[in-house]
């Protein structure tokens, strides 16, 4: 069975700490990806990754870094926490193949104090 | 780029149809998908759609593609509180089809 798990559900956090939000998926995929979802504006991308230490900027990765070392794992970090990065952050992954989907993780609900 | 667009709520009484809709810009897209998202948790695949069928049936869902208006609806029959949701029509970026452009997402409310 297909999975994503990611590090934490929920997450609080202050002002201007550095924050990490670790993904990892069990099907060798080639791309992962990190959304943010917030209400009313749906899924936004941040980063995502087609291959080990291979990374593409989304539509919102300003405060944001990605690190993927190895090919099961993708970690978001946050180098300097801030208020308007409290939300809901949601993990993918896809091989990239044909009409593959995307696999979601379950999210982390991060409140940034 | 692809631009995929759909209304925010919908709520529907328990035991009617639900129908969600879905429009999108690209015409060149040869799949389209909708999500589910239950409370709480992470974005599941429903179904999906080639984009050379206009319709598509499995069991109390039904697909409908209608490629020249670029319009996707789904519909739920018999509407359960279960399928209390935000569903999410979705379809690959044209640009690089291993990343998929999500809709906002439709939040369905049952009424009792």
């Known amino acids: 069975d297909v999975k994503v798990t990611q590090s934490s559900r929920y997450l609080v956090k202050r002002t201007g700490e550095k924050v990490f939000l670790e993904c990892v998926q069990d099907?060798?995929?080639?791309?992962m990806f990190w959304y943010r979802q917030d209400p009313g504006l749906g899924l936004r991308l941040i980063y995502f990754?087609?291959?080990?230490?291979?990374?593409e900027k989304g539509d919102i990765p300003e405060g944001y870094s990605v690190s993927r070392e190895k090919k099961e794992r993708f970690s978001l970090i946050l180098e300097s926490a801030s208020t308007n990065q409290t939300s809901m952050y949601l993990c993918a992954s896809n091989s990239g193949v044909g009409t593959d989907t995307q696999y979601f993780g379950p999210g982390t609900r991060l409140t940034v104090l | 780029g692809e631009d995929v667009e759909q209304s925010l709520f919908l709520s529907v009484r328990e035991g009617d149809s639900s129908v969600i809709n879905c429009t999108y810009t690209d015409s060149s897209s040869t799949y389209l998908y909708w999500y589910k998202q239950e409370p709480g948790a992470g974005l599941q695949l429903l179904t999906y759609i080639f984009s050379n069928m206009d319709m598509k049936q499995d069991q109390r869902l039904t697909v409908l593609l209608n490629k020249k208006d670029k319009h996707l609806s789904l519909r739920i029959a018999d509407t359960q509180t279960g399928d209390s949701a935000i569903y999410f029509c979705?379809?690959?970026?044209?640009?690089?089809?291993?990343?998929?452009?999500f809709g906002k997402g439709t939040r369905l409310h049952i009424l009792p």
């Open positions: 979705a379809a690959p970026d044209p640009n690089r089809d291993d990343k998929i452009i």
């Open positions: 099907m060798d995929h080639e791309n």
């Open positions: 990754s087609y291959d080990v230490k291979m990374k």
